[in-house]
């Protein structure tokens, strides 16, 4: 196709993803067809992710980054850089920006909305940061806010996925972590998942089980999720040998007298490349593993990285072409 052509295409998709003007706190805020949309615009922009379409030539991104970040932030930037546009970032704000001075976040969001033409903040308060959204003049992402959702790394993941398998629908996925409570990611991308109509098993300790509030409005999707409780080692393995993605949001010990009896909670949940390995050879079907990352040792065996079933890198490429879709769909050509 033309170049011209390709950027009508892409000029047609944004349109009709409808969301220009919004923010994305929630991957709820999202419909299932807008969902679907950034697919697709993802897909017609995958051939400039490791280059350059000039879409949005003096546009301005703000990332302020409250917690550390290497992935979410650098593809926001790396995202934005690729469509022709600009960044200034905070890395750590309440070392460097007037947040030190105890300058409120909904004066500091007023503020940089007036320099900048979208917001890209992580915050480890949620209710903070989702008040904090409101006083902005400009589409705001949420790249991570405290315990409860992550819904850019959820399209990542949903648009991996989607590449890899062509389809959602119908999918086995087992969500598993030592501790779902904390798992923002896990929030958001069960509840992705649920909606386009994957089989969906969240595996934690019961003490460390997805929150009720999660659940409950699952449970309104009219969605196939069930939780499984304090699996063993083998019956998490015998688990995951069934699923077509084992999704790992990751979680680290806690400091303290806690630490150790957190850890093996962790062994149980330990992904064994022996079991994946088992079952491609019992019943041909590829179990594919993506972390959310970073990981820590322990998570799983590091002999998945060269191997088919790792898809946590395969991510990493994809994640540019999904953000740079909705950059795109906030703010227009
Ligand atoms: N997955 C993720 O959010 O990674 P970072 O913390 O490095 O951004």
Redo the contacts with the bound molecule.
């Keep these: 196709m033309e170049y011209s052509n390709k950027i009508k295409t892409i000029e047609s998709l944004v349109s009709e993803i409808g969301f220009i003007g919004e923010s994305l706190l929630s991957i709820n805020d999202l419909s299932n067809d807008q969902i679907f949309g950034l697919f697709e615009l993802a897909r017609s922009i995958e051939p400039w992710n490791r280059s350059k379409i000039d879409l949005l030539p003096g546009k301005v991104m703000s990332t302020l980054f409250f917690q ?6 650098m593809s926001f930037e790396t995202a934005m850089h690729r469509l022709g546009g600009s960044v200034i970032s905070e890395a750590n704000p309440m070392v460097t920006s007037s947040a030190a001075k105890e300058e409120s976040l909904a004066d500091m969001m007023k503020v940089v909305s007036k320099y900048t033409n979208i917001i890209v903040i992580r915050h480890p308060n949620d209710v903070e940061a989702r008040e904090g959204a409101t006083y902005s003049d400009v589409p705001v992402i949420n790249g ?1 806010f405290g315990d409860w959702e ?1 819904p850019t ?1 959820a399209l990542l993941d949903l648009y991996t996925l989607w590449r890899t398998h062509n389809r959602i629908e119908g999918l086995n996925v087992t969500i598993a972590s030592a501790d779902l409570i904390a798992a923002r ?1 896990g929030h958001s991308m069960a509840y992705g998942l649920a909606r386009l109509g994957a089989n969906v098993t969240l595996a934690s300790p019961k003490t460390k089980s997805t929150p009720e509030s999660v659940m409950d409005k699952l449970d309104t999707e009219n969605s196939n999720v069930k939780e499984v409780y304090d699996l063993n080692q083998d019956q998490f393995n015998e688990l995951i040998s069934d699923m077509d993605l084992v999704y790992l949001p990751g979680c680290s010990a806690p400091k303290g007298p806690e630490s150790e009896a957190f850890k093996k909670l962790m062994d149980d949940y330990f992904v064994r490349f022996d079991t994946l390995d088992q079952a491609y050879k019992d019943t041909g079907r590829i179990v594919r593993i993506t972390h ?3 990981r820590r040792s322990g998570e799983m065996d590091q002999k998945i990285d060269t191997s088919i079933h790792q898809q946590y890198f395969e991510a990493i490429a994809y994640s540019v072409s999904i953000r740079m879709a909705l950059v795109l769909s906030l703010m227009g050509l």
């Design positions: 550390p970040s290497t992935r979410t932030r991570g992550h790394q990611t959310t990352l970073p």
